[in-house]
């Protein structure tokens, strides 16, 4: 026998199989129905344990024998998947309206599994026969079961809006659907008034249907997002647990929660909750306990004496499930394809199944009607001659013979002839007459009204609205999820999250830093500082771990580090770099830290540019979340550096120094307050080549200042404020050094010291000096100073700063 293959691309023939495989999952199994809400494995269990006669009002049944039926008649897949969507419907925090009842354990909201299927029982629950309700009068169309061997229902007669009420959730191919569960008497308010005015708006079903209610209760917020969920199908809330703070002895209190969210698993949110105690994420929490029994949920965060419950419970919302996005995403199918749906897609969908299943189920009914009332009319008749008849039939040879003979005789039809002799001899008597006659005029009376609702929509959603009323009279039940309009901004100071504590803080121009205990500090001398070889320390800190640092660097951007974060090192260890918070560019330094506890409004960051720029801006507009990556501190242009940064009060005076000897000294007041990432304006007037050395801020009350200037030559000198005027800015400035026509003196370094502090300097032949301005004599502003090293021998100086001292400054070294 010759054997054919078809040649065809592979992509094609995967293409077409996982086509038809999409089709099968969307269609059949993952996504509900927007008739009657069920996926087709809901449907079978229901319609399984219907025909086997499994409901409420019976005993309960194995699980395990329903599973069986299932996969046996109708869902030909794997028992544990039967089993897990048939314990799903039984699961009173997962269902708002459980459809099965099952007696033994079923799970649990801690996410525990529930008992095998031999164990527990199972039957159906009172409100889901009213999903299956008259499906024998032909109120539904019935396809062939998987072998062709029996029938099963394409969809539940569904006499309640089941999609809403129940909600659903599910991932297919391309499509997933997330649709809450609602309370079941707004839903049915909804649907009667969607009957009675067609043409409402979401606007107006949203005053009924105020939101979902879910079965562990919880609130809503966000009225906002719950409007854009109804009128698209997408959109987002906030649901977050029930929680109290109630007070016990001695200035102590607990956090007591009673209901979480919505599919959250509470021994996880506990162990979490447990866990950032532990861990010390937290400040404040002594013990966290479920205490949850039979009469409820009880979760109970006992806090420390004096601890901050309010912000403590704003961090357990933000960082435990305790608080959730919920995201709609409200897609089923309708008319054979996945679709998003809003509100009154919906609801139009499941009015349009209810006026379908009412008229199929009024036809049947009327078609019954028919034929008892001709049944009926037939034995009347039959009474009216009934010896004559009895002779008729006692002449016959046999039933077929009679019926055939009263037929012929008496004009009956074939079914009244049926009726007739199958009648039996006790119903012969005069007082069935009457009997008859009242059922006969009782049949008419509803033959009349199956064809007034056949005939009249709006008998027919009468008929709709009348059995919906009574669904919500008899099932519908109190709102369990509170709702609040406006998202809570969750404010946490940062005490809650962080032991507070004095450290040090040390920050390297190279970007080294390190948090070390003011102990650790105190059993070490300052020799024992770690530093690599031409680098020095920008900063040191003693600071509160609740605080953050600014740092600040030449390429004009800043890095936020909250204090807390940095890691506990020993003060002779090296430390961290700052990459490993944020990374930094080749040759990008650190330049300025400012210890920043609160981003306040009326304090200003002022920036000094080695091209003569100055930039005023709010401390406020600083503050940011992200501290994974550097932020734009100011705006640079061209290959401009960024030299210095100040925080000011709003009321300092501002001195810049060139590297040719100029200063300029004004006030603050000059320069306007700017953006972020603007550039500033002009601080000094600047020629050609010549560039800022320093900027440098004070007090406009304390007139003492001094300052000290380095030039490249080795050269120092002190001077005293009172040497320059102030003026204003963008202006030339005052000269400070005495002009040589041969190898002249060009500042490397300038600032303000006291008497306390000691200066710094590297030269080009990496050699460090130290020394104490209060060893150079005070100089006008036309001498060069005093020089402090020789450049032939050690060469010039290429880098100055004043030394970073926490406590006795480091002793001077001698070259």
Known sequence: MEEKFLDLPLEEVIGDRFGRYSKYIIQDRALPDARDGLKPVQRRILYAMHMERNTFEKPFRKSAKTVGVVIGNYHPHGDSSVYEAMVRLSMTWKVRNVLVEMHGNNGSVDGDPPAAMRYTEARLSAISSELIRDIEK??????????????????????????????????????????????????????????????????????????????????????????????????????????????????????VIDEIPYEVNKAVLVKRMDELRLDRKVEGIAEVRDETDRTGMRIVIELKKDADSEGILHYLYKNTDLQIAYHFNMVAIKDKTPTLLNLTDILEAYISHQKEVVTRQTRFDLRKAQERAHIVEGLIKAISVLDELIKTIRASNDKQDAKERIIKKYDFSDRQAEAIVNLQLYRLTNTDITALEGEASELREQITGYEEILANEKKLLSVIKKDLKLMKKKYADKRQTQIEEKIEELKINLEVMV?????????????????????????????????????????????????????????????????????????????????????????????????????????????FTANGMVKK??????????????????????????????????????????????????????????????????????????KVVNGLIFDDLIKEQQFILVTQRGACKRMDLSRFEKSSRAKRGLIMLRELKRNTHRVVGFDIVNEE?????????????????????????????????????????????????YRQPFTNENI
């Open 499 to 607: 032991a507070s504590e004095d450290v040090l803080v040390s920050v390297t121009r190279d970007g080294y830093l390190k948090r070390t205990s003011l102990r650790s500090y105190g059993a070490s001398t300052d020799a024992d500082f770690t530093i690599k070889d031409q680098d020095h320390l920008v900063a040191l800190l003693e600071i509160n771990t609740t605080e953050n640092i600014l740092l600040f660097t030449n390429k004009g951007r800043y890095v936020i580090v909250p204090v807390h974060q940095l890691p506990d090192i020993k003060w002779k260890d090296l430390g961290q770099h700052v990459s490993n918070l944020a990374s930094l560019e080749k040759n990008e330094k650190i330049v300025k830290v400012i210890p920043v506890q609160e981003f306040k409004k009326d304090e200003y960051l002022i920036f």
């Open 138 to 255: 032909e109120t539904v169309e019935f396809i062939p079961n998987f072998d062709d061997s029996i029938n099963e229902p394409v969809v539940l007669p569904a006499r309640f809006p089941n999609l809403l009420a129940n909600g659903s959730t599910g991932i297919s191919a391309g499509y997933a659907t997330e649709i809450p569960p609602h309370n079941l008497g707004e839903v049915i308010d909804a649907v009667i008034k969607m009957i009675d005015n067609p043409a409402i708006e979401i606007d107006e079903l949203i005053k009924i249907i105020k939101g979902p209610d879910f079965p562990t209760g919880g609130i809503i917020q966000g009225l906002e997002g719950l409007k854009k969920a109804y009128k698209t199908g997408r959109g987002k809330i906030i649901v977050r647990g029930k929680a109290s703070i109630e007070k016990l002895k001695s200035s102590r209190e607990q956090i």
């Open 617 to 690: 801006s709010s401390l406020e507009v600083y503050s940011s979340q992200r501290f994974a990556r550097p932020l734009i501190a100011i705006n640079l242009k061209g290959e401009d550096e960024l030299l210095n940064v100040h925080l000011s009060n709003g009321n300092a005076d501002i001195f810049v120094a060139t590297n040719t000897g100029y200063g300029l000294w004004f006030h603050e007041s000059e320069v306007a307050v700017i953006g972020q990432r603007a550039s500033g304006v002009k601080a000094i007037q600047l020629k050609k080549d010549e």
């Open 757 to 805: 502090e000691m200066i710094e300097f590297s030269t080009t032949k990496d050699v460090l000096k130290r020394f104490s301005p209060v060893e150079l004599p005070k100089s006008d502003r036309y001498s060069n100073g005093s020089f402090m090293i020789d450049t032939d021998q050690h060469g010039e100086v290429k880098e100055v700063w004043k030394t970073a001292t």
